[in-house]
């Protein structure tokens, strides 16, 4: 036996650790199997149906019948659309970090947020909002301020993510109650961006929604919302990139560019504010 | 005479549980290999193992081929190897962030370091080849076995194994240089 054989088996032995215990344990656990004789053979089976042979080309029709309907009226076990739906709002609302983007009307922004409270949101007409531990800095292209104001603890600027925005970042467990408002009009299997995935539609007497769900990982990747009596009309919709992803740290940080004002605008009762962290030039 | 794992299911589903326990005999440590090759960790294997011996016990009636037990529970392992990955991704607000554990140099020669450092070098073989080692060296190093177990050509078997053995080897001698 050379060298790489005996490595190879002293490596193989871990796997017969425990062996016996653990085909103790198995045989225990076992339930009692009912006692039947063995299947016997599928030519033997056959050979037990064969009948005078005018009966086999109605057998093999009604055979193809039956497997037919069976399909259609018993589809093989489907992911389950309520389950999904409510699994994939519970991930998403414990999520520790997401970046996604959302439309409103004319306005859109992509969003990346890291639990508790760190936030960026970057407008499409170029207003950006950084939030950290230390400041919630607002920079605004149009008159061209950078305002310091107070960290935004309650995440108040993730509210225009609407009922999304509350599902990750209030305390209350806001996912249970509104997923068990939502009633199921519709359930598809669609493929999105390469993915198996259900769009599915709910109601709730307010709002029509759409929503791509992956249903194995309980994602959801897009949500689309109009109001009930309109439901060809969305106001809002919700692209989710990356949920739980590390999101570099300088995402939360912004510094002050050139020819911009800065406004400080802190409650007169707070300890001084930091200064902004230098961020050094690319 | 051994018994054949077609006798050994059919005593099973006769209701005999320790005809079960002579296949777990034979095949648990194959089963192990395979699911501590997906997971790592071989407590969670030994727990991936019984998962997978369960669902066998379960399905057993539909076993059309009684003498095909041992390729139809390679593949109940992966079905439940597939199932754990998935599973991993679905936990991602735990996982994700969680640095790998650092593998300890075996300076010791402690058999759990020698596990993570072979561990380390099986990442580095094909699964098929993976298979042909643990086929092999856990049914008593009988080609027979592992060539009935891989479904494979005798030829394919070899082949398999002595490339595996061949990328063992430089790993081996690689760390020793070091």
Not at chain 1, 22 to 42: D, F, G, H, I, Y
Not at chain 2, 132 to 141: E, F, H, I, R
Not at chain 2, 153 to 167: C, H, M, Q, V
């Amino acid at each position: 036996m050379n060298h790489t054989d005996e490595v190879l088996q002293n490596y193989f032995q871990a796997f017969s650790a425990e062996h016996d215990r653990l085909k103790q344990r198995l045989l225990e656990s076992l339930p009692a199997m009912s006692t039947v004789r063995p299947a016997p053979a599928w030519r033997e089976r056959i050979a037990a149906l064969r009948g005078p042979v005018w009966l086999k080309p109605s057998l093999a029709a009604a055979a193809v019948l039956v497997v037919l309907l069976s399909i259609v009226m018993f589809p093989s076990a489907r992911p389950d659309a309520q389950m999904a739906f409510a699994t994939s709002m519970d991930n998403f609302s414990q999520a520790q970090s997401i970046h996604l983007k959302v439309q409103t009307g004319p306005a859109s922004m992509e969003i990346w947020w890291r639990r508790p409270n760190e936030y960026r949101m970057v407008f499409s007409d170029g207003m950006t909002i950084v939030s950290n531990d230390q400041q919630r800095i607002v920079l605004n292209p149009k008159d061209k301020t950078f305002k310091v104001t107070n960290p935004d603890r309650g995440s108040m600027d993730m509210m225009v993510l609407g009922p999304f925005g509350m599902l990750f970042t209030s305390k209350d467990a806001m996912s249970a109650g509104w997923v068990k408002e939502q009633k199921l009009i519709n359930r598809e299997e669609v493929n999105y961006k390469g993915q198996n995935c259900l769009k599915l539609t709910f109601e709730d007497g307010v709002r029509h929604g759409v929503y791509i769900v992956e249903p194995e990982l309980h994602l959801i990747y897009q949500a689309t919302l109009s109001p009930i009596e309109r439901p060809d009309k969305a106001n809002y919709q919700m692209e989710v990139f990356e949920v739980n992803s590390a999101i570099p740290e300088d995402v939360f940080q912004i510094e002050q560019p050139e020819g911009y004002r800065l406004i400080r605008q802190t409650r007169s009762n707070t300890t001084a504010i930091p200064a902004l962290p230098v961020m050094p030039k690319k | 005479m051994a018994e054949t794992d077609a006798q050994l299911v059919q005593r099973t589903l006769a209701g005999d549980r320790m005809a079960f326990g002579e296949l777990y005999d034979r095949y648990a440590r194959v089963v192990r290999s395979i699911c501590f090759h997906e997971t790592g960790n071989l407590g969670e294997a030994q727990d991936l193992t019984q998962d997978v011996f369960m669902r066998a016990y379960g399905k057993l009636k539909k076993l059309r081929q009684q003498e095909r037990f041992g390729p139809w529970l390679v593949s109940i392992a992966r079905n439940v190897c597939r199932e754990y990955r998935r599973g991993r991704a679905r936990d991602r607000h735990v996982l994700v962030g969680l640095e790998t554990p650092e593998i300890l140099p075996d300076k010791d020669q402690d058999p759990q370091g020698r596990i993570e450092q072979m561990a380390l070098a099986m990442k580095h073989l094909s699964e098929q080849e993976r298979m042909a080692l643990s086929t092999y060296y856990l049914q008593d190093q009988d080609a027979q076995k592992a060539v009935a177990l891989m479904e494979v050509s005798r030829s394919t078997f070899y082949r398999l194994l002595a490339s595996a053995k061949e990328k063992i080897e430089t790993y081996i001698k690689h760390r020793e240089e070091k």
